[in-house]
C-alpha cells in the first residue's frame, strides 16, 4: 500500500502550495500501459482538463512524453534525473523542492506517473481519484489510497462499451 509520511506533515511546513494529486486508475491498481493509458474515458478527460485548468502541472519525464501535447493553459514541470534533458514547452527538474518552489502559487497539480505520486504522497492534501472500474492489463501500478477519507464520490455507469467510473475526492489519513 501507499503510506502518507505521518506528520513530517507538510501542512506545518513553511509555506507551500496546495498539492492536488489528478489521478485515473483501475480497480486492479493499474494505471498505465505501453506508455499509455489503458483506456479511453472522454469523461475522465474533461475532468482532467476542467481540474488542472490553470494550474501548474507537476509530473514524470515518462507522463510528459506519453502526453499528445503540451496541454493549454497549464505549465508543465518535469521531474527528471537526467540534466541535460528537455522539451519544448517543458520546464525539467531535479527534486520535490524545486519543483514545488518553481511552481509557486497556491496550488498545483500533481498528474503522475506512478513514480512521481510515490515521491508526492508524503505532501499530498487531496487526491481527485478517478476509480476505473475495470482490471486492464498494464505495466503501472498504483498502490489503494488505504487509511485516506473519502470526502466526495460521484458514481457513472458503464456506457457504450466503456467501463463504469467514479469520482472520488480523498482526504489525508488524521495525523498519527
Ligand atoms: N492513469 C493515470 O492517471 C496516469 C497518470 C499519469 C501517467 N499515467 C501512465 O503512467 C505511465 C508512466 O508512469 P511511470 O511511473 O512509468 O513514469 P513517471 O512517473 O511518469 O516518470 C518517471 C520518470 O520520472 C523521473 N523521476 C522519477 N523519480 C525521480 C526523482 N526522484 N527525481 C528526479 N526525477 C525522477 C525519471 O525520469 P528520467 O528517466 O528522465 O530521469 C523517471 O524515469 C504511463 O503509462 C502513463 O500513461 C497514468
Same mark, same amino acid.
Given at each position: 500500500?501507499?503510506?502518507?509520511?505521518?506528520?513530517?506533515?507538510?501542512?506545518?511546513?513553511?509555506?507551500?502550495?496546495?498539492?492536488?494529486?489528478?489521478?485515473?486508475?483501475?480497480?486492479?491498481?493499474?494505471?498505465?500501459?505501453?506508455?499509455?493509458?489503458?483506456?479511453? !474515458?472522454?469523461?475522465?478527460?474533461?475532468?482532467?482538463? /476542467?481540474?488542472?485548468?490553470? #494550474? &501548474?502541472?507537476?509530473? *514524470?519525464? +515518462?507522463?510528459?512524453?506519453?502526453?499528445?501535447?503540451?496541454?493549454?493553459?497549464?505549465?508543465?514541470?518535469?521531474?527528471?534525473?537526467?540534466?541535460?534533458?528537455?522539451?519544448?514547452?517543458?520546464?525539467?527538474?531535479?527534486?520535490?523542492?524545486?519543483?514545488?518552489?518553481?511552481?509557486?502559487?497556491?496550488?498545483?497539480?500533481?498528474?503522475?506517473?506512478?513514480?512521481?505520486?510515490?515521491?508526492?504522497?508524503?505532501?499530498?492534501?487531496?487526491? !481527485?481519484?478517478?476509480?476505473?472500474?475495470?482490471?486492464? /492489463?498494464?505495466?503501472?501500478? #498504483? &498502490?489503494?489510497?488505504? *487509511?485516506? +477519507?473519502?470526502?466526495?464520490?460521484?458514481?457513472?455507469?458503464?456506457?457504450?462499451?466503456?467501463?463504469?467510473?467514479?469520482?472520488?475526492?480523498?482526504?489525508?489519513?488524521?495525523?498519527?
Amino acid at each position: 500500500m501507499i503510506a502518507r509520511a505521518p506528520s513530517t506533515a507538510p501542512n506545518s511546513e513553511l509555506a507551500r502550495p496546495e498539492i492536488l494529486f489528478v489521478v485515473a486508475r483501475a480497480d486492479n491498481g493499474v494505471i498505465g500501459r505501453d506508455g499509455d493509458l489503458p483506456w479511453r !474515458l472522454p469523461a475522465d478527460l474533461r475532468h482532467f482538463k /476542467a481540474v488542472t485548468a490553470g #494550474l &501548474p502541472m507537476v509530473m *514524470g519525464r +515518462r507522463t510528459f512524453e506519453s502526453l499528445p501535447g503540451l496541454l493549454p493553459g497549464r505549465r508543465h514541470i518535469v521531474l527528471t534525473r537526467d540534466p541535460r534533458w528537455q522539451a519544448k514547452g517543458a520546464e525539467p527538474v531535479r527534486d520535490v523542492l524545486s519543483a514545488l518552489s518553481l511552481a509557486g502559487g497556491d496550488r498545483i497539480a500533481v498528474i503522475g506517473g506512478a513514480e512521481i505520486f510515490a515521491l508526492f504522497l508524503p505532501h499530498a492534501d487531496r487526491v !481527485l481519484l478517478t476509480e476505473v472500474h475495470d482490471t486492464p /492489463a498494464g505495466d503501472t501500478i #498504483l &498502490p489503494p489510497f488505504t *487509511g485516506w +477519507r473519502e470526502t466526495m464520490r460521484v458514481d457513472h455507469p458503464a456506457e457504450g462499451g466503456r467501463p463504469a467510473y467514479s469520482f472520488v475526492t480523498l482526504l489525508p489519513p488524521p495525523a498519527a
